[in-house]
């Protein structure tokens, strides 16, 4: 059931979206609603799609506190106050790359490239070496579900493969919408 949703959620339902989105029936009916262009519809696709990407990330890493603060940091987990304040740094990064994004300027290329090449190298070497048990520790849960969550069969590899295709993926969109990005 995950493998299915998992194939889901990264081609059939973006293939749905693009066939949907390009149709000429849609297009007709984007195009009959006002003469009127919004400042939105100047920003090239491969942008947009990007500025939806990034803001994905930033809910994801809100998401991140309430496990505890966990951040990877190259090998290591850090959690707490420490994890928490490395969250709000990467979230406050990305905003200000979202808004270059948006805007198309050279330098939040350059800085979206960096920044997710390594946060892809950080959550691909701090997963690959983690144990279950390391990440449960991690975690800092309570004794009662630490001994439910301790029997089950997971490894650190089975999330970077979980984590790994989400990053790849964006890495690639960053590097293809390169051209749209101005001097």
């Not at 959690?79 to 330098?107: A, N, P």
Request: charged share 10%; glycine share 8%.
């Amino acid at each position: 059931l995950a493998g299915m949703l998992l194939v889901a959620s990264y081609f059939v339902l973006p293939g749905l979206a693009v066939r949907f989105y390009d149709s000429p029936d849609t297009r007709l009916s984007f195009k009959t609603q006002g003469p009127n262009i919004t400042w939105i519809e100047t920003i090239p696709i491969p942008i947009l799609g990007l500025s939806y990407v990034f803001s994905f990330f930033i809910v994801i890493l809100h998401v991140h506190i309430f496990f505890n603060g966990m951040f990877p940091l190259f090998g290591i987990w850090m959690s707490g106050l420490e994890g928490i304040i490395l969250i709000d740094i990467s979230i406050m990064l990305l905003l200000v790359m979202l808004w270059g994004t948006i805007r198309t300027r050279r330098w939040a290329w350059w800085s979206v490239l960096t920044y997710f090449c390594l946060m892809t190298f950080s959550y691909m070497v701090t997963l690959l070496t983690s144990s279950w048990g390391e990440i449960l520790s991690a975690l800092n849960v309570p004794a009662f579900e630490m001994e439910i969550l301790q029997g089950i069969p997971l490894q650190g590899y089975h999330f970077a493969i979980f984590v790994g295709i989400p990053f790849l993926l964006t890495v690639g969109l960053i590097v293809r919408a390169k051209p749209h990005f101005k001097l």
